[in-house]
């Protein structure tokens, strides 16, 4: 899976795309103190339970390390996994 990143001044998302363009994505919203706050998690329909989801969520965690980030979990599935998983409790906000 080729999960790709795009990000301007204040928002960015991690997303993955076919032929018929993105089937998920995981957006976030740039705050004050190197902060990004998790705000929307999506795959399509028909693809969900295949654990699209947690590898975007694993990639910006990389990321967030990578690039001296705290995270904010702010959306529901986001925030699930940051409870369940006690590796990611280094970047949480």
């Known amino acids: 899976m080729d999960i790709k990143h795009r990000e301007n001044d204040s928002r960015g998302m991690f997303f993955v795309e076919d032929e018929k363009g993105i089937y998920a994505e995981l957006t976030y ?13 999506e795959v399509r329909p028909e693809l969900e339970g295949q654990g699209i989801a947690t590898k975007l969520l694993a990639h910006s965690v990389d990321f967030a390390r ?27 906000a």
């Open 29 to 41: 919203t740039k705050k004050p103190g190197d902060i990004l706050t998790i705000d929307h998690t």
């Open 66 to 92: 990578e690039n001296k980030y705290k995270i904010d979990p702010l959306c529901p599935f986001a925030e699930v996994q940051f409870d369940r998983n006690e590796s990611y409790q280094d970047v949480r």
